[in-house]
């Protein structure tokens, strides 16, 4: 297969992790006779250092004229602290999904066995744990109509959605629970917000030409925190765009290390890849940073085109570094293997597959149950 692979490594940690990724892509581009051709652009605060756009036009052309776009990290402390910046890197990162239509944002929480005393949560509440957030990403509040008074003493937000934003982004997570464990959550406060309603009366009626799935209602509140007390009770969960950014980032502490964790954002017509994880400014240019979520995001950059055994191949590479201890200090912190280490190790068992006798394969995939 012939791909054109848009790089936007981005901010702090994002140049870093995202080469170990294009390491593994090139392994599997050798080793499964394919070939990517990989153009970098920049975006966020090194954009914005260059050009003044956190979003310049050329990187949005580039994205335009790629099959897949594998992202970095987004975010400068810079700005974070400054609430009167107009510019912010941020804008760059929503831009990009409004433009190019990315209105459903994928994310995996798996628990990885090996490392699952770093968790937070004990041991037998976290077994089990495999589930898939749907977000919606292009719409709601991140969106609505923003407004600050001219003395600067009200703001408004305004979260709005349509039947067809939601019905778009509900068939895509009713298929996935059709695919898995055939439980679907959506998540919302219908006891409150009126988008709520709406989102519960469109994907009640869509339910219904799904019957093989289950589908239950939760609020906000209660999800926040059953995802605490009993996170193996999710398959799929759907939730609108600000719900799954808060959502996500609670799954991602569940397994222990924010550093596992792949995203795939995706639209009728483009696709985009990133780790789940920040820019992480404390650790740029360190060597420190792991690599894997940005690799699991090449992944699934492989399963959104179909090629399940190169999917597999990486999945299975990622399984091996962490079995074999091959990971970076914030999964084992007497490691001494750095960014680049377990981004080689992972690129070169890609290539090499002869240590894949005892795994059962037809477990092994990134939106169904893996042996991760
Ligand atoms: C995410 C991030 C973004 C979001 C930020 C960087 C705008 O937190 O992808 O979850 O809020 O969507
Ligand atoms: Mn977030």
Same mark, same amino acid.
């Given at each position: 297969m012939n791909l054109k692979i848009a790089l936007l490594p981005g901010d702090g940690i994002g140049p870093e992790v995202t080469a170990q990724a294009v390491k593994c892509l090139q392994a599997v581009e050798e080793n499964f006779g394919h070939r990517f051709r990989f153009t970098e652009a920049p975006i966020g605060a090194v954009a914005i250092q260059r050009s003044? /756009? =956190?979003?310049p036009d050329n990187t949005l052309k580039l994205c335009k004229q790629s099959d897949a776009i594998l992202f970095g990290a987004i975010g400068d402390p810079r700005y974070d /602290? &400054? =609430? &009167?910046?107009?510019?912010? =890197?941020e804008q760059g990162l929503l831009q990009l999904r409004h433009e190019l239509g990315l209105f459903s944002n994928i994310r995996p929480i798996k628990v990885f066995p090996t490392i699952m005393d770093l968790s937070p949560l004990k041991k037998h509440v976290l077994t089990g744990t495999d589930m898939v957030i749907y977000r919606e990403l292009t719409g709601g509040i991140y969106f609505g109509d923003k407004k600050l008074s001219d003395d600067g003493s009200r703001a408004l937000d305004t979260c709005e959605y349509s039947e067809h934003e939601i019905s778009r982004i509900a068939h895509l997570a009713f298929k996935a629970a059709k695919n898995r464990r055939k439980k679907l959550t959506m998540v919302d406060k219908a006891n409150v917000l009126e988008t709520s309603r709406l989102w519960r009366k469109v994907v009640g009626r869509i339910g219904e030409s799904y019957p093989e799935v289950q589908l239950e209602f939760m609020y906000i509140d209660n999800a926040a925190m059953q995802m605490v007390l009993n996170p193996s009770q999710f398959d799929v969960m759907l939730t609108e765009n600000m719900f799954g950014d808060l959502l996500s980032d609670v799954g991602s502490a569940l397994g222990g290390s924010i550093g596992l964790l792949p995203s795939a954002s995706v639209g009728e017509k483009y696709a985009m890849f990133e780790p789940i994880h920040g820019s992480y400014p404390q650790a740029k240019g360190k060597n420190i940073a792991n690599p894997i979520a940005s690799i699991l995001s090449a992944a699934m950059m492989m399963e959104h085109f179909g090629l399940k055994e190169e999917t597999r191949a990486i999945v299975i590479a990622v399984y091996q570094a962490m079995k074999n201890h091959i990971v970076t200090p914030d999964l084992e912190p007497k490691s001494k293997y750095s960014t680049e280490h377990v981004g080689e190790f992972i690129a070169n068992k890609v290539v090499d597959s002869d240590e894949l006798f005892n795994i059962n394969k037809e477990n092994i995939g990134l939106g169904k149950s893996t042996i991760i």
């Amino acid at each position: 297969m012939n791909l054109k692979i848009a790089l936007l490594p981005g901010d702090g940690i994002g140049p870093e992790v995202t080469a170990q990724a294009v390491k593994c892509l090139q392994a599997v581009e050798e080793n499964f006779g394919h070939r990517f051709r990989f153009t970098e652009a920049p975006i966020g605060a090194v954009a914005i250092q260059r050009s003044g /756009n =956190p979003l310049p036009d050329n990187t949005l052309k580039l994205c335009k004229q790629s099959d897949a776009i594998l992202f970095g990290a987004i975010g400068d402390p810079r700005y974070d /602290n &400054d =609430p &009167d910046a107009r510019i912010r =890197p941020e804008q760059g990162l929503l831009q990009l999904r409004h433009e190019l239509g990315l209105f459903s944002n994928i994310r995996p929480i798996k628990v990885f066995p090996t490392i699952m005393d770093l968790s937070p949560l004990k041991k037998h509440v976290l077994t089990g744990t495999d589930m898939v957030i749907y977000r919606e990403l292009t719409g709601g509040i991140y969106f609505g109509d923003k407004k600050l008074s001219d003395d600067g003493s009200r703001a408004l937000d305004t979260c709005e959605y349509s039947e067809h934003e939601i019905s778009r982004i509900a068939h895509l997570a009713f298929k996935a629970a059709k695919n898995r464990r055939k439980k679907l959550t959506m998540v919302d406060k219908a006891n409150v917000l009126e988008t709520s309603r709406l989102w519960r009366k469109v994907v009640g009626r869509i339910g219904e030409s799904y019957p093989e799935v289950q589908l239950e209602f939760m609020y906000i509140d209660n999800a926040a925190m059953q995802m605490v007390l009993n996170p193996s009770q999710f398959d799929v969960m759907l939730t609108e765009n600000m719900f799954g950014d808060l959502l996500s980032d609670v799954g991602s502490a569940l397994g222990g290390s924010i550093g596992l964790l792949p995203s795939a954002s995706v639209g009728e017509k483009y696709a985009m890849f990133e780790p789940i994880h920040g820019s992480y400014p404390q650790a740029k240019g360190k060597n420190i940073a792991n690599p894997i979520a940005s690799i699991l995001s090449a992944a699934m950059m492989m399963e959104h085109f179909g090629l399940k055994e190169e999917t597999r191949a990486i999945v299975i590479a990622v399984y091996q570094a962490m079995k074999n201890h091959i990971v970076t200090p914030d999964l084992e912190p007497k490691s001494k293997y750095s960014t680049e280490h377990v981004g080689e190790f992972i690129a070169n068992k890609v290539v090499d597959s002869d240590e894949l006798f005892n795994i059962n394969k037809e477990n092994i995939g990134l939106g169904k149950s893996t042996i991760i």
